[in-house]
């Protein structure tokens, strides 16, 4: 079983009150120790599959009320684990550098399916957000290099999904911008050279890909899928998750439930049917 952090202190990272007193090393390791999931086994012997989430914060989000992670998780349901990997406010250079850690191999020799989602911070504009913003090019060689660590780990193309980041809205997003005393720091047409760049590295790849700036913006009212310009909303979520299903859908009937049905257990002898 892989080292819990306490719900106080987990609380205490997350809101940032932890500060340079602590080693930044320390702090490192004790975040990264909750991403590393140990092989978890049934009494018979076999190991839980997974399904990996991995992306910015439009992952991290997706396990809320009405997210996609959480439509996955429910397909899924007594047959596979599906770890949330999402970390708010990354791009794609930050998550390749943290891929041995959040994805070491053992955990993907697990793993049956993993989305990869970033974009949406790699698009920000540079003279305004320099801190989060990736060029185009080193965007595409940043996925490459994800979805290689992927293929070492075992996973096949046909495991693999990219999706690309979603379409942006500036009038919802500058009032977040003033809200934190910042000029808009992203366009839509910005983004549309990250999604077409994701695209590219998926059929270079052979991976799936999910060209989500592009299918929001068939539906003239596409600004209802995003909550505040950048974000998914439930909306948005559900458009995903209607691109997503099949996928699940497949991997859900091709695993069995890790343990029997309530309904073969042996009332009189449960330790000959659960053991």
Sequence with gaps: ??????????????????????????VFNLIAST?????MASPNGKVCPKVVLFGDSITQG???????????????QRKCDVLNRGLSGYNSRWAEILLPHILPLDLLKQTHLV???????DASLPDVTPDKYVSVEDYAANLKKIVEHLKTGGLKSDQIILICPPAFYGDDWKKVCIEKGTELNRSNE???????ACCQVAKDLKTHVIDLWTIMQEDKNWKRYLCDGLHLSVDGSQLLWEHLKPFFDKLAESLEMVYPDWSSIDPKNPEASLL
Excluded: D, K
Excluded at 2 to 26: A, D, E, H, K
Excluded at 35 to 39: A, P
């Design 1 to 26: 079983m892989r080292r819990q952090i306490p719900g106080l202190l987990y609380c205490m990272l997350l809101n940032g009150v932890l500060r340079t007193r602590w080693s930044s090393g320390f």
């Design 35 to 39: 991403f590393t999931t140990s092989t």
């Design 62 to 76: 997706s396990f809320e009320e009405g997210g996609w992670g959480a439509a996955a998780a429910n397909v899924l």
């Design 115 to 121: 989305t990869v989602f970033f974009g949406a911070n």
């Design 190 to 196: 910005n983004t549309g050279q990250y999604s077409r």
